[in-house]
């Protein structure tokens, strides 16, 4: 008898466990699931679909450092140039279309970039170039990841540029989307039209 009983705790003491381990996994599955249920009702509600197409054309400055200082011209600078190049792409539809506005566009990019840092009274000077072989670091956003490599991009580098950067699409018009956890642009820019 005494055996049966011990087999008899056993069993009901290993399908107590089984069900308290069954019911954390299910937890967990539905906590899941409805992390993924949630994400595309936040994308929706933000407007905005964050696939950049192969052709496109970004937008990166590069901070002199980390430093507060250099980081707060960066962001001056950042929403200088995109008040600037916000209206630039409003009526273009065509990559080439695209890369002749940015091409014939960049004096004009260096003055705005300039006058920010001459405003700042900013001990460091700027560079702005475009080219197809512009290096990004990867960038996680939101649930999509963002390969590093070379893609077109017009490049503002201020002073030795090794600070944090900034990025967007200026080609199509992503800018608003917040890539890089700052404050998005449709928040300074309040006129700037969702693509959806």
């Known amino acids: 008898m005494k055996r049966k009983h011990v087999s008899h705790v056993k ?13 954390v996994l299910m937890s967990v599955a539905l906590g899941l699931i409805l992390i993924q249920l949630m994400m595309p009702e936040k994308q929706q509600a933000l407007g905005y679909d964050v696939d950049i197409p192969e052709e496109a054309i ?13 980081q707060d011209m960066k962001r001056q600078v950042r929403d200088d140039v995109s008040r600037y190049v916000a209206g630039m792409m409003t009526d273009i539809t065509s990559i080439e279309e695209a890369r002749d506005a940015v091409t ?60 944090k950067n900034w990025w967007c699409v200026l080609f199509p018009s992503l800018c608003f989307v917040d890539f890089n956890g700052d404050v998005t642009l449709d928040r300074v820019i309040p006129n700037l039209k969702m693509i959806k």
């Open 11 to 23: 069993y009901r003491r290993y399908f107590k466990r089984k069900r308290v381990v069954d019911l």
């Open 58 to 70: 970004r937008l990166r400055i590069l901070a002199h450092s980390d430093d507060a200082v250099d």
């Open 104 to 163: 014939k566009a960049l004096p004009e990019i260096e003055q705005v970039v300039g006058a920010s840092l001459n405003e700042a009274d900013y001990p460091h000077a700027a560079t702005v170039t475009y080219g197809k072989n512009i290096v990004f670091p990867t960038k996680v956003y939101d649930t999509r990841v963002y390969p590093q490599g070379e893609y077109e991009a017009v490049l503002v580098t201020i002073g030795d540029g090794e600070g």
